[in-house]
């Protein structure tokens, strides 16, 4: 049974830097791409960050444009986690952050790509 586990979440005030954790179970984590993406309410889902698998290769990371700056996504196949971490959190990043796995071996930032889901933690920025 494959197993997504988000964590990590939480409150912080704005400025502040905060590490996701998504901790995958029931495949092998080397052969599948890790996705971050993230919902805000009355929001589409949109994507955040992602990495690509490396059973063959050195993992890539791909991020959104707007948050490019901020984010340092990486994966430790000894854990099977991947980490996302976000710096100088803003009130607009305020959203239940979602994980999601795929054996594909290009990346991508469509949520159709991704066959297995986290349930999803939630990420509150105030000010």
């Known amino acids: 049974q494959v197993q997504l586990i988000e964590s990590g979440g939480g409150l912080v005030q704005v400025g502040n830097s905060l590490t996701l954790c998504c901790a995958v179970s029931g495949l092998t984590f080397s052969r599948y791409a890790v996705v971050w993406f993230r919902q805000a309410p009355s929001k589409e889902r949109e994507f955040v960050a992602a990495?690509?698998?490396?059973?063959?290769?050195?993992?890539?990371?791909d991020y959104a444009d707007s948050m490019k700056d901020r984010l340092t996504i990486s994966r430790d196949n000894a854990k099977n986690t991947v980490y996302l971490q976000m710096n100088s959190l803003k009130t607009e990043d305020t959203a239940v952050y979602y994980c999601a796995a795929s054996s594909a071996v290009s990346l991508s930032r469509r949520v159709g790509a991704y066959d297995y889901w986290g349930q999803g933690t939630q990420v509150t920025v105030s000010s």
């Open positions: 990495i690509s698998r490396n059973a063959e290769n050195t993992a890539v990371a």
